[in-house]
């Protein structure tokens, strides 16, 4: 068999591997296993809408489509709004990623705020292409809009019948996808990121990095400019 029938084999396979973490999330994302969190969904839905707000209860698992061994793998927190003005168009996209692995990365066609902070920072260093490479998706899969903060209590309410939360499912999950990707680097971006490996159980190639919440903040631009130097080629 050739190299190049060996890689599409193996591609194959990682994809079906990939799908089934949505069939499964699917079938037990429900208000049966996690009602905390539906009544908020519900009561979130049930209210008047404002600016980019949509109707919740989507996922994403994968930002970005499925690659093996790229050389950086992107981590955030979870799923916020898709696009900065147009609700019904954001809400059409979250619909689409919630189906399957992305043709095209979320973080290059997509108009949302993490997109635009990834362009602008991957653009500073002068290497864009390590983002249209790059692997991406978040530790909670859950899409809660721009208030995570009121989501924190409902999504760590421990299900009776997986034993789990919905955090700590989406989380473990997370690290299994990591391992089946076996990126170069992975970044953790942000605080809540940084807990889904505890220091102590942490890879070398896991780097910790801040978000870049605004224009002005270089943190993330200075840290992956030395991932680059030390850890890609």
Same mark, same amino acid.
Request: proline share 4%.
């Given at each position: 068999?050739?190299?190049?029938?060996?890689?599409?084999?193996?591609?194959?396979?990682?994809?079906?591997?990939?799908?089934?973490?949505?069939?499964?999330?699917?079938?037990?994302? !429900?208000?049966?296993?996690?009602?905390?969190?539906?009544?908020?969904?519900?009561?979130?839905?049930?209210?008047?809408?404002? *600016?980019?707000?949509?109707?919740?209860?989507?996922?994403?698992?994968?930002?970005?489509?499925?690659?093996?061994?790229?050389?950086?793998?992107?981590? *955030?927190? $979870?799923?916020?709004?898709?696009?900065?003005?147009?609700?019904?168009?954001?809400?059409?996209?979250?619909?689409?990623?919630?189906?399957?692995?992305?043709?095209?990365?979320?973080?290059?066609?997509? $108009?949302?705020?993490?997109?635009?902070?990834?362009?602008?920072?991957?653009?500073?260093?002068?290497?864009?292409?390590?983002?249209?490479?790059?692997?991406?998706?978040?530790?909670?899969?859950?899409?809660?809009?721009? $208030?995570?903060?009121?989501?924190?209590?409902?999504?760590?309410?421990?299900?009776?019948?997986?034993?789990?939360?919905?955090?700590?499912?989406?989380? !473990?999950?997370?690290?299994?996808?990591?391992?089946?990707?076996?990126?170069?680097?992975?970044?953790?971006?942000?605080?809540?990121?940084?807990?889904?490996?505890?220091?102590?159980?942490?890879?070398?190639?896991?780097?910790?990095?801040?978000?870049?919440?605004?224009?002005? $903040?270089?943190?993330?631009?200075?840290?992956?400019?030395?991932?680059?130097?030390?850890?890609?080629?």
């Amino acid at each position: 068999m050739s190299k190049k029938n060996i890689w599409v084999k193996m591609m194959t396979k990682l994809e079906k591997s990939i799908q089934k973490y949505y069939s499964d999330f699917k079938k037990n994302f !429900n208000k049966k296993n996690f009602p905390a969190v539906f009544n908020k969904i519900e009561k979130h839905n049930a209210e008047e809408k404002r *600016g980019k707000e949509h109707d919740l209860g989507s996922f994403v698992i994968l930002y970005t489509p499925v690659r093996y061994k790229p050389n950086i793998m992107l981590i *955030g927190n $979870n799923p916020s709004w898709f696009h900065k003005k147009d609700p019904e168009t954001g809400y059409k996209i979250v619909q689409e990623l919630m189906k399957s692995p992305p043709k095209e990365s979320s973080y290059i066609v997509h $108009n949302h705020v993490f997109a635009q902070s990834m362009q602008r920072i991957f653009g500073y260093v002068g290497r864009r292409d390590l983002l249209e490479t790059c692997v991406g998706m978040n530790r909670l899969w859950l899409q809660t809009g721009s $208030n995570y903060g009121s989501w924190n209590t409902v999504c760590n309410e421990r299900s009776w019948k997986l034993g789990q939360s919905l955090t700590e499912y989406c989380e !473990n999950k997370t690290k299994e996808i990591i391992k089946l990707i076996k990126p170069k680097v992975v970044l953790l971006i942000g605080q809540k990121a940084w807990d889904l490996f505890q220091s102590d159980e942490r890879p070398s190639n896991i780097k910790c990095v801040d978000y870049p919440y605004s224009t002005g $903040n270089i943190s993330l631009q200075q840290d992956l400019e030395k991932i680059i130097q030390t850890e890609i080629e």
